[in-house]
């Protein structure tokens, strides 16, 4: 009896230590992870400035030169991803979704390789020092995963569900990182990118968010991406601009839906089916179409539109109302020329230039209050994720008195864009990717995009 208990007494504490040892690589793999995500954040938000700036830089010399730079980039971009670079092209976010519902090792492999993650920087980059209408905070998502997951299998964790946490953390560190919103990366990671939100995971995942923020704010220092604001909006007659931003951000954005995604039918289809033809020869078009509305709008659709967005807020537009029609047309078109490049920035800015419609007729609202509500309107109604869209435009703002009212925006706006476009955009783009997947072979396997 006695040597039975001796016997098994060092099996024992070598399982512990195992187990230790375990929950040790698991914490390393999200805490150092995230921190590495963080850094990255801020590379290529530094990258995308600078190539902007240069974009500008070329505007100032001649007007002329977005028709012929914006088109070549377009297609030399459009070109780029066709071949192994193919899952860079896009946002990145509905890629990740999708690798929540197919989690085969093999398609994680391929579409969060490390090699493909320098890609996509890159060629967001390269989108915007041509001026396309894209953000890099989808990209970000997609880099952050990627980040996270290589990560994490290099730390021993090859179980699916550790690599579902890794890649749900890394997305969400990338948003808390892009945006220095660490709550709305938690929001993010719950609303979109986690169908089934892992208890037991969720400590780690938190904390990573968390760290990723923390990267940010330890770097720059405590800042408000669009400036200290504190609007506030109390409750009286000009509550009717929260139902305005709300009816009109969701119509808007499901516009917006209908219109990127898709289509059985109708010029829809007939132009998706020149894409697929195409492809190169429609993204210069789309480039040709982007530089006619540069000059529509003054040169302002092009980028991501902080500068504008950032100027409304604070009570001096460098623009007129028209400027809300251009910005939507120039981040349709960005998106269908299939090159890389995020949506979640230049949604902000459209949802902004809604603001100079409610201010004349609507009393006692002003600019700011305005262009907070459409932000987070027309982003809900865009990707049907209200409490993300909520607690960014709050954080991005420093605005925590417009809890209530930007929040009763965003689910109406998230309502109203479901019934014009009933499948959430990254969710319907996601299942795209899905059904465009070969099929399992014989031995149970799944295929790869």
């Keep these: 009896m006695d040597d039975s208990r001796d016997t098994s007494a060092p099996l024992v504490q070598r399982l512990r230590h195992r187990r230790r040892l375990r929950g040790l690589r698991q914490s390393a793999a999200f805490w150092l992870g995230a921190l590495l995500v963080g850094l990255a954040a801020l590379a290529f938000a530094w990258l995308a400035d600078h190539a902007y700036a240069q974009f500008r830089h070329l505007l100032g010399h001649g007007s002329w030169w977005p028709w012929l730079v914006t088109p070549t980039g377009f297609a030399l971009l459009a070109w780029a991803t066709q071949g192994r670079l193919g899952k860079a092209k896009g946002s990145g976010i509905d890629l990740v979704i999708a690798l929540q519902h197919k989690p085969s090792s093999r398609l994680r ?34 880099i952050g995963a990627a980040l996270m997951y290589a990560f994490g299998r290099r730390l021993g964790l090859q179980t699916q569900r550790a690599g579902s ?9 990338g948003i808390a990182a ?3 919103t660490p709550l709305a990366g938690v929001a993010f990671a719950i609303e979109e990118l986690s169908p089934r939100f892992e208890q037991r995971l969720s400590g780690l995942i938190l904390t990573a968010v968390l760290i990723g923020g923390m990267v940010t704010l330890g770097l720059l220092g405590p800042y408000s991406y669009f400036g200290e604001l504190g ?9 009717l601009a929260v139902i305005a931003c709300g009816l009109f951000g969701g119509l808007l954005g499901g516009l917006y839906c209908r219109l990127v995604l898709p289509a ?3 010029p829809l289809a007939v132009l998706g089916a020149w894409r697929a033809r195409r492809p190169v020869l429609f993204a210069a078009a789309c480039g040709l179409l982007l530089a006619l509305l540069g000059v ?34 120039a981040n349709v078109v960005s998106f269908l020329a299939g090159i890389p490049g995020g949506l979640f920035s230049p949604s902000l800015t459209v949802g902004a230039g809604i603001a100079p419609w409610l201010v004349d007729w609507i009393p006692g609202v002003s600019l700011q209050t305005a262009g907070l509500l459409g932000m987070a309107a ?20 420093h605005s925590p008195d417009m809890a209530l009212p930007i929040l009763a925006a965003s689910l109406l706006a998230s309502g109203i864009s479901r019934r014009i476009s009933p499948v959430p955009l990254y969710q319907a783009l996601a299942r795209r990717l899905l059904d465009n997947l070969p099929q399992p072979d014989q031995a149970g396997g799944s295929g790869h995009r």
């Design 109 to 142: 492999n391929a579409a969060l390789a490390l090699p493909i993650a320098a890609a996509k920087m890159l060629m967001t980059v390269l989108a915007l020092l041509c001026g396309a209408s894209v953000g890099r905070e989808g990209p970000t998502v997609h």
């Design 165 to 173: 946490g890794l890649i749900i953390a890394g997305g969400a560190a």
């Design 178 to 180: 892009a945006f220095n």
């Design 231 to 239: 609007a506030a909006l109390p409750l009286g007659g000009a509550w």
């Design 264 to 266: 059985r039918s109708g």
């Design 296 to 329: 529509c709008s003054g040169q302002h659709v092009f980028g991501t539109g902080y500068e504008e967005t950032r100027a409304l807020l604070q009570g001096h537009p460098a623009t007129d109302g028209s400027f809300l029609l251009w910005k939507f047309l």
């Design 378 to 397: 027309y982003l809900a109604g865009v990707t049907g994720s209200p409490l993300t869209a909520t607690v960014i435009s709050i954080e991005l703002s």
